[in-house]
Nanobody, 131 residues
């Protein structure tokens, strides 16, 4: 069982930066793709960013169009931690942010934007951006 716990959320102003962290309580963290999703009030949960597990030669990443160029996903397998650096935040980024982990199955990276690809989820952390 992989347990994920997010932290780093909070209330910020538009244009500010925030870094979310996701710590895994399982040593096999390193063999899983990691992703961030978010859910705004009254809306469906949506894909934000993902990073692959292998890092060979570098980590592949994917971003939604709405955050590309503003958010950066990274991971530290030794620390069992994934990060989401969020810059130039906008009020539309207000949501609960969830960390998720996906077993590296055949084709899973090609489906990385889908919730169903992910096997484990954290409880979420709230990010509120005021205008």
């Amino acid at each position: 069982q992989v347990t994920l716990v997010e932290s780093g959320g909070g209330l910020v102003q538009a244009g500010d930066s925030l870094t979310l962290s996701c710590v895994a309580a399982e040593r096999i963290f390193g063999s899983k793709h990691l992703g961030w999703f978010r859910q705004a009030p009254g809306k469906a949960r949506e894909f934000v960013a993902a990073i692959d597990w292998s890092g060979r030669p570098t980590f592949y990443t994917e971003y939604s169009d709405s955050v590309k160029g503003r958010f950066t996903i990274s991971r530290d397998n030794e620390k069992l931690t994934a990060y989401l650096q969020m810059d130039n935040l906008e009020p539309t980024d207000t949501a609960t942010y969830y960390c998720a982990a996906a077993i590296s199955r055949r084709g899973s990276w090609q489906r990385i934007r889908q919730e169903s690809t992910f096997d484990y989820w954290g409880p979420g952390t709230q990010v509120t951006v005021s205008s």
